[in-house]
């Protein structure tokens, strides 16, 4: 449901009940569902409501990402992106692209890494930046053109280790249950093999050809090799 928000979760054994935040109406209800399919990435509410936040693993890596318009302050750099698109992998473990937009903004992505998990605010997030991107093609540049800090965008990445990605009629399926927070082309993988590994186990187990804790088995050791769980 759009607009709303899980706070609380309670598997009954027969059925799991769950509370519900309606940030429209600030209204809350609770209502009780067959099976829970907890979908929703790596930082899971549904994750967090039943096995805590112990399973999540800082990587110690930091994700960065803004934007600014393309004007007379940068023309310069604008134009020495003579394609769209340039990449550039740092000996001290950072990361960062820069691409063009349309014809009006310029693009920066970038990884770097935040060993002493430094926290970042909108009071020092420049400087951090700039010291993970010192002297190098056009990064300081853009990081300084930026007016207003608060328009970065920043996220610590995390991997998620579960020994099981379930309890009883609760499931965890995706980044939920096994994310790599700065493995983005093995989380796309996982991504689709799970839904796709899952969706027969509980058709079998709506058809009474298995039991839901047969189908939640099969399904992560069908997994487990390929998440390292």
């Known amino acids: 449901k759009m607009g709303v928000m899980l706070t609380a979760i309670e598997d009954n054994g027969e059925s799991v009940s769950a509370t519900l935040f309606n940030m429209t109406t600030k ?5 009780d569902f067959d099976l829970v399919f907890g979908c929703d990435g790596i930082n899971s509410t549904v994750r967090n409501l039943i096995f ?13 990402t803004f934007g600014v318009p393309c004007n007379d302050k940068n023309e310069n750099l604008w134009k020495d992106l003579n394609s769209s698109f340039g990449y550039f992998t740092l000996s001290c473990g950072a990361h960062y692209f820069i691409s063009r ?12 890494l935040n060993p002493n998990n430094r926290n970042l605010t909108s009071d020092n997030v420049k400087q951090v930046l700039l010291d993970a991107y ?52 093995r989380s796309k993988t996982l991504t689709v093999l799970g839904p796709s590994t899952l969706s027969p186990l509980i058709i079998a187990f709506a058809m009474n050809k298995v039991t839901l804790e047969e189908a939640c088995k099969n399904y992560q050791q069908s997994l487990e090799g390929k998440t390292n769980a």
Request: aromatic share 14%; glycine share 8%; proline share 1%.
């Open 27 to 31: 209204e809350q209800t609770t209502e």
């Open 52 to 64: 805590g936040k112990s399973c999540e693993i800082n990587t110690k890596v930091t994700y960065v």
């Open 101 to 112: 937009i349309g014809e009006k903004q310029i693009s920066f992505c970038g990884w770097f």
């Open 134 to 185: 010192k002297n190098n093609w056009k990064a300081e540049e853009l990081i300084n053109s930026v007016e207003n800090p608060s328009t970065f965008y920043i996220h610590n990445y995390t991997n998620i280790k579960l020994k099981q990605w379930y309890k009883n009629r609760i499931i965890l399926v995706g980044d939920a249950a096994y994310g790599f927070g700065c493995d983005g082309d």
